[in-house]
């Protein structure tokens, strides 16, 4: 078996396991209620509805940081080689 065959297995597997994890912790939320602060107002929410929300923000925060980083990238192409600075 190939080393790449075997390494993809175990990410496959890994993540699997992660993934299961996750789902049987928001399972296991589902009807506990926690005190949370938005903007300032105080409200009770639903524990799992809140860690599916910090799913959802989550990767929309790694989107948003590959967004910037790109743009980054671009504006140093676009500075040339004989622009002055950095």
Known sequence: MKYQTIQGY??????????????VLIVLQW???????LYGQNRNINTALLMVC???GGLAARWV????YRGV???????G??????
């Not at 940081?65 to 910037?68: A, E, H, I, P, T």
């Not at 990238?73 to 500075?79: E, G, Y």
């Not at 080689?81 to 950095?86: A, Q």
């Open 31 to 37: 009807g506990n209620q926690s005190a949370f602060s």
């Open 10 to 23: 175990l990410q496959v597997i890994s993540g699997g396991l992660m993934l299961l994890a996750g789902v």
């Open 73 to 79: 990238v671009i504006l140093h192409k676009s500075r």
């Open 54 to 56: 910090c799913i959802v």
């Open 65 to 68: 940081c590959k967004l910037v």
């Open 81 to 86: 080689p004989d622009t002055p600075g950095m």
